[in-house]
């Protein structure tokens, strides 16, 4: 027998509310740890800030090398997507899972994002619609500002659309500068002090 409750006005089966609460529980972790991220870059002194805005200035010119590519396709498909979005906190369809995190960001790409530049307030009210706390009718960060994360999934529709080879260059210059960003420089002059 399928027991049936109604949650916020919608029916859901014993497993999606178990899985809702793994979601829930893991979106409140990431809020707490996107906070944490807010925190890093605050307390950077003028005289830090050097170093993560030259890193930034690559990373986010690197993001619309990409953004030129994939913008075509992202707009001939996004709209008619037969998922609604890829943007969902889980999408057992798509094998995506990125409950953990606000945004898909980590600490670098954040910082990489954040710098000089006011992001849109997360909307945490997503958590319960099984959404990205950027999502509305679209992602709301500014075409530069997006997580490494985000900027590698390619459905097969837009994979179809996509020269993939000119792609991958473009990405490889992208996580480079991820994978080179040093934290220790960055935070140097706080530990010393
Ligand atoms: S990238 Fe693909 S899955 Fe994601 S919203 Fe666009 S069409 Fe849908
Ligand atoms: S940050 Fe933007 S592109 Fe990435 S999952 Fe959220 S809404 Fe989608």
């Not at 014993?14 to 925190?39: Q, S, V, Y």
């Not at 605050?42 to 690197?62: F, G, H, M, T």
């Not at 709209?79 to 600490?107: H, K, M, N, V, W």
């Not at 999934?153 to 473009?170: A, I, K, Y």
Request: proline share 5%; aromatic share 10%.
């Amino acid at each position: 027998m399928i027991y049936i409750f109604l949650v916020d006005g919608i029916s859901h089966t014993r497993e999606d509310i178990n899985l809702n609460k793994k979601i829930l529980h893991d979106f409140d972790t990431a809020r707490e740890k996107f906070k944490g991220f807010e925190f890093a870059y605050c307390v950077l002194r003028p005289e830090d800030l050097k170093y993560l805005r030259e890193q930034s200035a690559i990373y986010k010119k690197a993001v619309m090398a990409v953004q030129e590519v994939i913008l075509p396709a992202v707009r001939n498909h996004c709209p008619s997507c037969p998922y609604g979005t890829c943007c969902r906190l889980d999408t057992p369809e798509l094998s995506i899972y990125i409950a953990g995190t606000i945004g898909c960001f980590g600490l670098i790409d954040y910082l990489l994002v954040r710098c000089d530049t006011e992001l849109p307030e997360p909307d945490f009210r997503n958590g319960r619609r099984n959404l990205c706390a950027f999502w509305d009718n679209g992602c709301r960060l500014p075409p530069d500002c997006r997580s490494l994360l985000c900027l590698q999934f390619f459905c097969e529709p837009l994979r179809s659309d996509l020269d993939m080879n000119l792609v991958n260059d473009r990405l490889a210059v992208l996580k480079s500068v991820v994978d080179n960003f040093s934290l220790a420089r960055l935070f140097r002059r706080q530990t010393r002090s």
